[in-house]
């Protein structure tokens, strides 16, 4: 995770930032160059609402090196309140008592750590409350 | 397009091959490939391969076996699809000879995965790296995802998906290629350790090594040959969004269902015309989910079929990977899409020794990579 590279996707990571097709009005996350419905190529950019359900989720018990000092921990994708989709851990719960369709909320975490650079990367997960 | 015939076929044992190199092994599956063939020469050549860069430091694989296999200045190029590379390499080769623009070409597909690399990080290349990987998914937690979706949706259990794996074991018993020629209980399979909930241990494909190539050639040649040619009667593909979590239905593969649709419009034929099929089973999840996107059994149904025996080869609907499958045969990622065209092959030729399915005349390989970004489908016809 080299310092340009997670430094281009902090508005996305931090912001929760997308793109809404100007002709179309799909939103896009992360924003696009070409919108997948319309080919529109306009956008404006908006903020993702940061409330959502739980559409499915696993507890990953064998990780990369990377993660492997975390497991186990939650992923799940979460469809967000605006209809968007995203891919997340779902931090601070009891891993064995999540359920399809939980409501959750998005909160700003550290997600990893550079071993070779030493950088902190941030990012967002998803909380029950 | 011209007519197109497989005429021979080579695959190295799968499994730890510690002992060989990932040049040697694609040159013995090669070398195997055109003896059975009976070519002496190739036009061009084609090497399906995931990620030799990360797994052993080595790209720039299409030159690196002309030069091994000694057929240079043949052309050779790399095709990398993920975990279909290799039945995208077998795909540039159809297209190659279909076209006319060569009469013989090798498609092979080779990987080595256990020279040290960290193995689920390189497999997880094959998903979207900021968006998903970056959150700390893996493969098999992939997968998870849609296991427990297609089990909310559909009532699938965790019987069923034990299933498949108890089924490809038994298959895989009688491969004396396969990496795992044991069978395993149901019982074994749901007491496995547990990998990304709700898959355990035995209900994912091995780390594994090995190679496989076939000779695909005009049938004008193969004829010549006098060889006893399978004729390609379907060559498709498709793709689909990168992340699991941009698709509106977790629980199906669109790509597989486009590249069925469009497999069976160009062969002319319907899913209850396929005598048998080798399919992408990565997790046990993977294999229940392709069973119904091919249109074997309605939507929901692939964990009943799996459960029921409605997949084993002696059984009278669509035996699904008589060979063992990724699960048992093991899943040297870039050699997978052509031992699944060798397995259809064998069982064509009537070769296929203790996992010989009755009255096989028509056979699919279905080669998928990633979650479902890319899948491949190939049916072949015999006597």
Known sequence: ???????????????????????????????????????????????????????????????????????????????????????????????????????????????????KAGILCYGYKAVTD | MRDVAVIGVGITRFGELWAKSIKDIFVEAALKAMGDAGVDH?????????????????????????????????????????????????????????????????????????????????????????????????????YALIARAHMQRYGTTREQLAAVAVKNHRNGSKNPNAQFRSEVTLEQVMNSAMVADPLRLLDCSPVSDGAAAVIVASMDVAKKLNKNPIRVIASTQASDTIALHSRSDIATLSSVMKAAQKAYKMADVTPADIDFAEVHDCFTIAEIVVSEDLGFFDKGKGGEAAAQGWTAIECNKTPINTSGGLKSKGHPVGATGIA????????????????????????????????????????????
């Open chain 1, 1 to 115: 995770m080299i310092t340009a590279r997670y430094h281009r996707e902090i508005p996305q990571r931090y912001r929760l930032e997308a793109g809404k097709c100007e002709q179309c009005g799909h939103v896009d996350f992360p924003p696009r160059i070409v919108c997948p419905r319309c080919k529109g190529r306009r956008f404006a950019t908006v903020v993702l609402h940061d409330e959502g359900t739980l559409v499915t989720f696993t507890v990953v018990r064998v990780a990369s090196d990377r993660f492997s000092k975390e497991t186990p921990f939650a992923v799940g994708i979460v469809e967000l309140s605006d209809g968007v989709r995203v891919t997340t851990q779902i931090a601070d719960a009891d891993v064995d008592g999540l359920q399809i369709g939980q409501k959750v909320r998005i909160v700003f975490r550290r997600i990893q750590e550079d071993g």
């Open chain 2, 42 to 142: 190739i036009d061009s050549m084609y090497v399906g391969a995931m990620s030799p860069g990360l797994f052993v430091g080595q790209e720039h694989l299409g030159a690196v076996m002309a030069d091994y296999l000694g057929v240079t200045p043949v052309p050779a190029t790399r095709v990398e699809s993920a975990c279909a590379s290799g039945g995208a390499s077998f795909r540039q080769a159809f297209l190659e000879v279909a076209s006319g623009a060569s009469d013989i070409v090798l498609a092979g597909g080779v990987e080595k995965m256990t020279d040290g690399a960290d193995v689920t990080d390189t497999l997880a290349t094959a998903a979207d790296q900021e968006y998903e990987v970056y959150h700390g998914i893996t493969f098999p937690g992939l």
């Open chain 2, 340 to 383: 699944q065209i060798i397995e259809v092959y064998d069982q064509l030729n009537g070769n296929a020794g203790a996992r010989q399915v009755k009255d096989a005349h028509i056979g699919m390989a279905q080669n998928m990579g990633g979650s479902g970004a890319s899948c491949v489908i190939h049916i072949l016809e015999g006597k």
